[in-house]
């Protein structure tokens, strides 16, 4: 593992451990609390690569009554309680860091309602993405954002970290699609905030600031989500590259040609390569490759798949084709969808990071990388959403010393990224992985502002501790 962190503070004693279990099995009935070693293991990790930490007790909740519930129990022992959904986190927000209560809410997985006429879904925490996709969409409908996740990520987890994906150049990111959402608070206070209109100003706007705070505030226990008219045509081209300078031109191009792809995603060389060796055949000559889709009504989709193809030409692009089905389209996305584990089984270790930077300032970003890997000699690829500057940046590595050379790397980005006008995170999260950068980017009357809206909420630092900001000396993060 790249970093183990240490507990914002120090472990439960045995005795307060049997404690808190007592008052859990208690509170919502011994079948809704896990206490053996091996099920509480299911509940240290997720897909970061921080080193997994035991919580002490874990609450499997089936209804927002247990949510509030097991938030009770905590503020009255005075123990953490760490939310999670699916897990599927990169940036270890679901890290029961401080041990206590891991609070899984993947058991409230219900569609609850599907408003075709005030174009509202309302859900569950535990609903997979991809199932609400299909519900939707089978009436019509479009619930844009599409974490890369989507087959197994919920939507309390996308909630609390403000989750986007490829189609979020066009259509932007979670928070743009979350009107209301009822929330449970430390000590078990129910809360809803929001509204299921889609305007709205009144009073300060709370869901707004819940949506990303990667659970260090509330436990979402309902959302009303916004939905869209389904696009009649999706059009998904797929256009090579002599090098990512000409990827670059093709996109400004594009953008001056009047056409918002929905996605324009890249993948640089070394990507290609993995691409390559993985069995799918990319010409080899090229050195990156564009995913590219344009949707909307058949006409004005068309035109601008013509555009699309035009300005990849005009870029010097080897070559442009347009998927001529919708099962070419759905194998081309499931090869791009599968790159993050295509990439994870590469190495013994694999830390993905998800910056962003001004999209004419990509050639630059990777120009850094090849600096970078030469510097360490770690090997990096390359790939993300060309379109908002959002790339994915995987460090891969086996040798169990090279620790301090992928430290070094990640600040050697990180610092290139904040010159470059970029931030160090466009969906991950900062979490464990990058809270001791959060000063590269944020000032200090900044952070300390933030740490006291998390007082606000929690002022004894009980819910998710030890997440997003940095460590102070001889503390935790908070």
């Known amino acids: 593992m790249l970093r183990r962190l240490d507990p914002p503070s120090p472990r439960l004693t045995p005795a307060r451990v049997d404690r808190l279990r007592s008052a859990l099995e208690r509170a ?17 990790g997720d897909e970061s690569e921080n ?28 123990v953490p309680i760490t939310p999670r959904a699916a897990g599927s986190g990169k940036s270890g927000g679901a890290i029961p860091l401080a041990g206590g209560i891991a609070l899984a809410t993947a058991g409230l997985g219900r ?97 707004g600031l819940l949506v990303g705070s990667e659970g260090t505030l509330a436990v979402t226990t309902r959302a009303t989500l916004r939905l869209i008219p389904k696009p009649e045509l999706v059009a998904t081209l797929l256009a090579l590259f002599p090098d990512v300078r000409a990827c670059g031109a093709a996109v400004q191009s594009i953008l001056a040609a009047g056409v918002v792809p929905r996605c324009i995603e890249l993948l640089d060389a070394p990507t290609l390569a993995a691409v390559r060796a993985g069995g799918v055949d990319v010409d080899g000559a090229a050195r990156a490759m564009l995913i590219l889709e344009v949707d909307g009504v058949e006409a004005t989709t068309l035109v601008e798949q013509e555009r699309v193809g035009d300005a990849c030409d005009r870029a010097g692009a080897l070559s442009v084709l347009v998927a001529q089905s919708a099962s070419q389209r759905d194998r081309l996305w499931a090869a791009r969808r599968a790159l993050s584990t295509t990439t994870r089984a590469m190495a013994r270790h694999k830390v993905s990071e998800d910056v962003v930077v001004p999209r004419t300032r990509i050639p630059d970003l990777l120009d850094e990388v090849d600096r970078i890997r030469e510097k360490t000699q770690i090997r990096m690829l390359t790939y993300g959403h060309a379109g908002d500057g959002n790339l994915h940046v995987n460090y891969l590595w086996d040798d169990p010393d090279a620790g301090p050379r992928v430290e070094l790397g990640l600040e050697m980005l990180f610092r290139r990224v904040v010159e470059l006008g970029g931030t160090l995170t466009g969906e991950h999260g900062v979490g464990l992985s990058k809270r001791r950068f959060l000063p590269l980017e944020q000032s200090a009357p900044l952070i300390e502002l933030q740490r006291g809206l998390k007082r606000v909420f929690d002022p004894n630092d009980l819910l998710n501790p030890g997440k997003v900001f940095p460590e102070r000396e001889g503390h935790g993060a908070c």
Request: hydrophobic residues 45%; contains cysteine; negative net charge.
């Open 28 to 44: 919502l009935g011994p079948s809704k609390v896990q206490t053996s070693s091996e099920a509480l293991f299911a509940f240290a």
């Open 111 to 207: 569609i609850l309602d599907i408003d075709a006429t005030e174009l509202t879904a309302t859900v569950e925490p535990g609903v997979v993405l991809g199932e609400l996709h299909r519900a939707v969409e089978e009436l019509g409908l479009f619930y844009p954002p599409d974490a890369n996740s989507l087959s197994w990520c919920a939507l309390g987890g996308n909630i609390a970290e403000n989750a986007g994906g490829p189609r979020a150049f066009k259509y932007g990111v979670t928070r743009d699609y979350v009107l209301g959402l009822d929330v449970g608070l430390v000590g078990g206070q129910a809360l809803t905030v929001g509204r299921k209109t889609k305007k709205g100003v009144t009073g300060y706007d709370v869901a």
């Open 51 to 78: 080193e997994p930490v035991l919580p002490d007790a874990a609450v499997l909740a089936s209804s927002a009554a247990d949510v509030l519930a097991a938030l009770k129990v905590a503020l009255d022992e005075g």
